[in-house]
């Protein structure tokens, strides 16, 4: 899971949750981290020049922008879009001080979205360096700029170096994952268009939201794009008459992450100039970068009207000449798209899309987004009262659409009913008003059984994937953002699904299935026990034999008769040396995993096999499988637990062979007699990557001891 990179362990405001009751952790993260990012944006935009009310703009407009409020509930998200404007604020503070401390300090600040979420990290990485060579173009001598390049360099060497403990063990997945090469097809000219539309209307092409308050929209739809009417208003402004610098800057980054993030062919260039790139999916995830710097534009747009209008200089000119040919030409291409007044006509298509995502309270802040800018253009009217109103609007703007997008639920409701809290009384800890997830009567049973086994929700909606890990049952289903490769074959193997390449697209981020009752070997080896259905599902029939075991409204859960435990010996093993054949030789119906095991390599001799199947005792700890086995001649215990090189296993204390087994489990051969085999997890990126984190942080605190210290003797002499 830290190997995922998105799971923000070492991101210092993930210690509330271990701190404070999870109900209560999770509000309060949010609510600093949104804190967070304003105070950061505005601190950034004062140090752009943006005088306090224009940067307090700035600030509002990425806090509450559509990106970072419909992430909320990814709490790796708004830890990374809280540091992002505070990693622009430490390089520009750095860079215009020159100091060694200030980029030792800014060092500290740009490790923190490396270790909350690994791609938007990348996006502000890549913001970053464009706003150093904003500030190298200013620098008046190559020699400033060479030891600006230098402390920068510095400055992202020891951020890399912070967050290797993590870092490292990504890239080691990374090497062996499923997302090898998921990339991205262009965006096709009605999904952009629809994008467009959404920087005015974010819920066109919503969803009816099933029974809305009186004060929601009744439309559900992402925000992501979405900076506000007004915002979007004054970063246009800024565009056409604004002359500071930085307007160039985040023009520039506001245009490139829409065009990337809606799949124009600037995202196939980036592809090809950055091929590990490709393992990123959901490229949307850069209108956060889009709405840090439209916030910025607007503020800029805001400032611009607060000062007497300069006379236009060529550098202008040539700015409202690029702003005036990109609306020109974007204005052809949706003319084109729409085909007026031909038989390919889209009109109809997007004047309903339009009239559905419209309602009152949206007509309402066109007309009171356009009163606040006109009242910015009236002189008579003070700047205090118009600024004012501006915040005002945009505030209840975004909110309006953003807070609607993230709900809240009474607690009370995840309260056990009364026939639940009766078939409990067995299990008094599972009904600790503490817990957040109550168990409900299939968990429950579940986890009365003894032993070690795996689950499976048969019917996709049996269970939702993931649900299980919360009580901790193990289901071989599940999502994650990264996960190994072997792992994501195996699954599409057992689906029926061509298991030669990796899943596509959102589906190399599951592992599930709907047709696994084709390879019933398959789910015994990897000791699915127990399958779960939903109520008065046919499914049942399609993976006989099973024992009904509770059948209730809940749906029903079966045993599997035929499981294997989730250790078991072998005697006989066919050495396959290549990957897809191995996968090949599982496919077969006449391959017994019981019986039989595959390996890349050959083992020792192995003797005869008994006349019973063995079953060997098996326990667990963390980073840890214990198994005592008594085999009657020579043979490879095989454990049904994923096999990666960071694992090793002793003998009866002595370090022995491990083998890659049946494609994507591990084994050990063993001699006749009894034994004590240990798995031990020792993931040496994990312990390098600890290393270098340890003593880039020791080189940092020493650097800024070191100034402390040269600060002081200054001061005395």
Known sequence: MLADGQLAFFYPLSWLFVLLPLRYAFGIYTLINVWLAGVGSYKFARRMQLEAMPASLAAVGYMLSGFLLNWLHFPEFSAACAMLPWCFWAVLRASQSQRWRDWLQASLVLALPLVSQIQLAFYCYLGIGCLLL????????????????????????????????????????????????????LGSASSIMLWLLRLGLPLVDGAARENPSAWQPHLLQGVQPYAGLLTLGLALLAMWRSQQRGVKLFALLALSSFAIAVGTPLLQLLLWLIPPYRQFADHQRWF???????????????????????????????????????????????LHHIALFTANSRYAQYSTLLRLALNPISLAI????????????????????????VLIVVVGDLLWYGSSYNTSVDPKLFHATADMQASLLADPALQDAAILYPATRQINFLLRQPGVFRVFGADYQAMPTNVFSAFGLEDIRGYQSLYLAQYNRLTRLMDGKDYHKLGEGGNSLHAYFTMAYNQRRLLNMLNVEYLIFTPNSPNPELYQPLELVQRNDEGTIYRNPEVLPRAWMVYQTEVISTELAQLDRLAASDFDPATRAIVAEPVPALGPAPTQMLTPSLSYAPNQAIVQVDTPAAGLLVLADAYTSDWQVTVDGQPAKLYRTNYALRSVWLAAGQHTVEFRYQPQSLIVGGWVSGLSLGLILLGLLLNRIRFKRKAAQ
């Open 134 to 185: 904003y500030q190298l173009i200013a620098l008046p001598s190559w020699r400033l700029r060479f030891k600006q390049i230098a402390q920068f360099s510095s400055a992202i060497g020891l951020a890399l170096g912070l967050s290797a403990v993590q870092l490292l063990p990504q890239i080691a997945l990374s090497a062996q994952g499923q997302r090898l090469d998921i990339g991205s097809g």
């Open 288 to 334: 956060g970068l889009w709405g840090f710097a439209v916030a910025m534009l607007a503020g800029y747009g805001l400032q611009s009207l607060q000062q007497p209008l300069a006379k236009p200089t060529r550098a202008l000119w040539l700015q409202r000449g690029v702003l005036g040919l990109g609306l020109l030409g974007l204005t052809g291409w949706v």
């Open 366 to 389: 066109f007309g009171l987004s356009a009163l606040a800018l006109v009242g910015l253009l009236i002189k008579r009217i003070p700047r205090r009262w118009a600024n004012a109103v």
